[in-house]
């Protein structure tokens, strides 16, 4: 096993699993009880009975027979194998309960299979899709959260009481299960309505997660780059349609970008600016990230992938670019920087960008799991991460602290209202991946509109849902399984939550 293209495989594919995005997509859908038998619906129905017998050689011949060469060349088989261990150990059993058709299809041609996990019990979508001409390969394979069919959702009521003691009973199951690790908080308002902490910081030393663990936040770091931007935007400092070089020397910036590379685009995920990771997880040094400027060698004079606006691509680096954008009107660290205008202003006093190769009080180790002989061992993943986070995430903070930033942030204590409200509006081109603000990941509809990020790195995941019109939030960080599953049911059950339990808005409501 290659452990760091491992790395990079995964949070690409993990990033869609446990993506803040959710649901597959939106819109109005038709579910069927059975699969269709179209090509692209043989395909599914393989690689479901596939998946659930876990069986290795069979998995194995899966990957090398029915994959086109396309897909498979994304990355080596074995990592393909590796991926879908992993995928069948953190879910399980994988019960198909419907078909689903979308009145305006993402990907035409494609089957959605809406199903229910046994081991995360958790509802996911397995989307397919294949090649146009026998042996009608797999061209496609996204894995992520679905709404469940309408036939089999509890619409019943429930009160706050009642929230809190369906989900401590169900994070408790998964603990059983060891399909949970992390905290999880739910708020109405201001008030923590359910607080919860679970599984091991160390599962060496047997020291126990609670509300203060500080996990890693992987991208979920991205928002408060955002707010930095925000806040100087709202000072007069910059605008987001500034061109970056009117600020950042060309010794900084990637080649021919001088022209038409805005701050907007990298906010938006839209400036083609790629992605430092992949080079980072090959890099055996990692020690020496440390600072902004030692990330200039991933992105100095590199090429753009595209024309800045023409495309959305989630780009790290394009964070990273921020990161130096502040620092140059700041002129100081970007640590500090956050430190001073967005934590100790929302008294986030445990969040910090924290050393990952020296010991810290209070941190979770983040694990994932490696197969050996087809048997999950939990790793440390201190050998997958760079020594410090980001202005592109892996900063360290608690869902206690995250709960005080989302406070601060509706108040509108921490940047302009009408700044936010530009932010909290959709910025990316259609895409089927994610829509997006500036800073933010934008979901839900017009009357139930969320924002916030998600993060998801080998041992480091999480989400922050602002679910704005019904003044809640929603904060789960996790050290290992289970993250998506804990977010999906605290989403479930605000739905049900009676309209006599919710709060009144009273926070600045962009």
């Known amino acids: 096993m290659h452990l760091s293209r491992l790395a990079v495989f995964a949070l690409a594919l993990l990033l869609i699993v446990d993506s803040a995005q959710a649901q597959v997509v939106g819109g109005a859908f038709v579910d069927r009880p ?4 179209s090509p692209a619906g043989v395909r599914t129905r393989e690689f479901l009975e596939l998946i659930n017998t876990g069986d290795e050689a069979a998995l194995r011949r899966f990957v090398d027979q029915a994959l086109a060469p396309a897909f498979k060349g994304k990355s080596p088989a074995g990592e393909f194998l590796d991926f879908l261990q992993m995928v069948q ?3 399980g059993w994988f019960e198909f309960k419907a078909s689903r058709s979308y009145e305006k299809s993402p990907q035409p041609g494609a089957v959605v299979a809406i199903t229910r996990t046994a081991r995360s019990d958790r509802w996911l979508g397995v989307v397919i899709g294949v090649e146009p001409v026998e042996p009608h390969r797999i061209t496609s394979l996204v894995i992520n959260d679905a709404r469940p069919p309408e036939n089999l959702v509890d619409s019943s009521s429930l009160t706050r009481a009642q929230l809190a003691t369906e989900m401590e009973s169900y994070l408790s199951r998964l603990v059983k299960k060891d399909a949970f690790s992390g905290s999880v908080l739910i708020s109405i308002g201001e008030e923590i309505v359910y607080a919860g902490a679970f599984g091991e910081a160390d599962r060496e030393k047997h020291i126990p997660n609670t509300l203060d663990t500080r996990f890693g936040l992987s991208s979920m770091g991205k928002m408060f780059t955002a707010i930095a931007i925000g806040q100087l935007a709202g000072a007069g400092r910059l605008a987001f349609d500034d061109k970056l070089s009117k600020y950042l020397d060309k010794d900084w910036l990637p080649a021919n970008s001088s022209t038409n590379l805005t701050i907007r685009h990298l906010l938006s995920h839209m400036g083609g600016t790629g992605d430092f990771l992949g080079p980072l997880t090959n890099d055996k040094n990692r020690a020496k990230y440390l600072n902004v400027s030692d990330y200039k060698e991933f992105i100095a004079g590199q090429p753009l992938a595209f024309v800045p606006g023409t495309r959305f691509q989630y780009s790290n680096s394009g964070f990273i670019l921020l990161g130096a954008l502040i620092e140059k009107l700041t002129g100081k660290r970007y640590e500090d920087h956050v430190r001073t205008t967005i934590w100790e202003p929302a008294g986030m006093t445990g969040t910090a960008c924290l050393r990952r190769d020296r010991p810290v009080q209070a941190r979770a180790i983040g694990y994932y799991q490696e197969f050996e002989d087809s048997t999950a061992q939990w790793k440390s993943n201190a050998s997958l991460v760079a020594a410090k986070g ?3 995430g892996g900063c360290d903070s608690s869902v206690s602290d995250l709960h005080r930033f989302a406070v601060a942030l509706r108040a509108g204590k921490l940047v302009k209202p009408e700044i936010l409200a530009e932010m909290w509006k959709e910025q990316s081109l259609p895409n089927p991946v994610m829509r997006y603000g500036l800073g933010f990941i934008l979901g839900g509809n017009d009357s139930d509109r969320v924002v916030g990020h998600g993060g998801s790195f080998p ?33 479930e059950l605000l739905a049900r939550l009676g309209r006599s339990e919710e709060s009144p808005i009273k926070a600045s409501n962009p």
């Open 390 to 392: 980001s202005p592109a």
């Open 459 to 491: 041992g480091a995941y999480g989400e922050f849902d602002i679910l704005l019109d019904r003044n809640a939030t929603v904060i789960v960080l996790s050290n290992g399984h289970g993250a998506g599953s804990a977010h999906s049911k605290a989403r």
């Open 34 to 37: 059975e699969l269709p038998e």
């Open 89 to 91: 150990h953190a879910h």
